[in-house]
């Protein structure tokens, strides 16, 4: 790659309290259960920074690779056909105005970043200076830094092990969108997996048992809803 190395991240970006960004993910996860059904506004992820979310990006599409936005597309490596983790809603997902993400997402970016750097310098691999550290590493190498994280030792593996959790999430139930919705307009995570669309009235019933077979008898105290007694 051309350019010189890049020895630091985006220095608009602040620094980062490991506990603060713990406690942050452990509550955006705790959060998702009640997690509303409207999109985040663009303006939650522009809010960020075009370093941050390039980075972040780049992170959600190591993990769940896609074909690139376009040709000038940076962050999606365009390791796989067809969408990955951003086209799946990622960055909308962690920047959901009812997570309490965003003050710590850029922190995280910056981490991130730090640690491609510091992989990068290790290797003697050029970065371009025009985009954040990580963005500018090859997916190859994306992967390898992303694998570091999840080494057992490792001081920051609890942070990115949440942060891909939410990932998996957009991707896998589209979690930051209504399921009905997400269904009705091709959301490519449940495309992917096969997930069925509900009954005409917005509702899913499943008449037909995973194994051909009542496993057991209802309790007969069971409510008409199918909550136990």
Do not use: K
């Not at 040709?71 to 962690?94: H, K, N, Y």
């Not at 309490?100 to 491609?116: E, F, S, T």
Request: proline share 12%.
């Amino acid at each position: 790659m051309r350019g010189p190395v890049a020895v630091a991240p985006d220095p608009g970006v602040p620094g980062i309290d490991r506990r603060a960004v713990l406690r942050g993910l452990a509550a955006a996860v705790a959060a998702l259960p009640a997690l509303g059904t409207a999109a985040a506004p663009p303006a939650a992820a522009a809010a960020l920074g075009s370093w941050p979310v390039s980075t972040l990006e780049a992170f959600a599409d190591t993990l769940i690779p896609g074909e690139r936005r376009s040709s000038t597309d940076r962050a999606v490596a365009g390791a796989a056909p067809g969408p990955g983790a951003v086209q799946a809603g990622a960055i909308t997902l962690l920047s959901s105005p009812d997570l309490p993400l965003n003050p710590l997402l850029p922190g995280i970016a910056a981490l991130l970043d730090a640690r491609a750097t510091a992989y990068a310098i290790s290797r003697f691999i050029l970065l371009p200076i025009d985009r954040p550290p990580f963005v500018g590493l090859g997916f190859d190498h994306r992967t390898a830094v992303v694998a570091g994280l999840f080494q057992a030792g490792d001081p920051d593996r609890a942070i990115w092990q949440l942060l891909s959790f939410l990932v998996g999430l957009a991707f896998d139930t589209a979690a930051h969108r209504h399921t009905a919705q997400a269904v009705a307009e091709g959301h490519p995570g449940l495309v992917w997996t096969g997930f069925p669309p509900p009954d005409a009235d917005g509702l899913w019933r499943y008449p037909a048992h995973s194994y051909g077979t009542a496993l057991a008898a209802p309790h007969p105290a069971t409510t008409p809803s199918g909550s136990p007694a």
